[in-house]
Nanobody, 115 residues
Framework: QVQLVESGGGLVQAGGSLRLSCAAS????????MGWYRQAPGKQRELVAY???????TYGASVKGRFTISRDNAKNTVYVQMNSLKPQDTAVYYC?????????WGQGTQVTVSS
């Protein structure tokens, strides 16, 4: 059973930075894609960023230019560096991994950005 464990969330002031980590229970090369989604209260879950096995990355429109996704293959970990945070970035952030049509989710980590 694949496990994804997120960490790094917390409370930060607007303009600040946080780095989220997602540790996988197996090699991240097992997955076609790994990424991050977020869900704010009353809103749908939306894409933050993802990275493919080949290393190509894609970002949601609202975070492009501020967030950077990366990975450490040796640690089976994917990161998202979040800079210039805004109050509207407040959400629960979920790690996601996909193998063909099978999707795995972490438990989520709360990010709160105060104004």
């Amino acid at each position: 059973q694949v496990q994804l464990v997120e960490s790094g969330g917390g409370l930060v002031q607007a303009g600040g930075s946080l780095r989220l980590s997602c540790a996988a229970s197996e090699s991240i090369f097992s997955f076609d894609v790994m990424g991050w989604y977020r869900q704010a209260p009353g809103k749908q879950r939306e894409l933050v960023a993802y990275i493919t096995r080949g290393g190509n990355s894609t970002y949601g429109a609202s975070v492009k230019g501020r967030f950077t996704i990366s990975r450490d293959n040796a640690k089976n970990t994917v990161y998202v560096q979040m800079n210039s945070l805004k109050p509207q970035d407040t959400a629960v952030y979920y790690c996601n991994a996909a193998i063909r049509q099978t999707f795995y989710w972490g438990q989520g980590t709360q990010v709160t950005v105060s104004s």
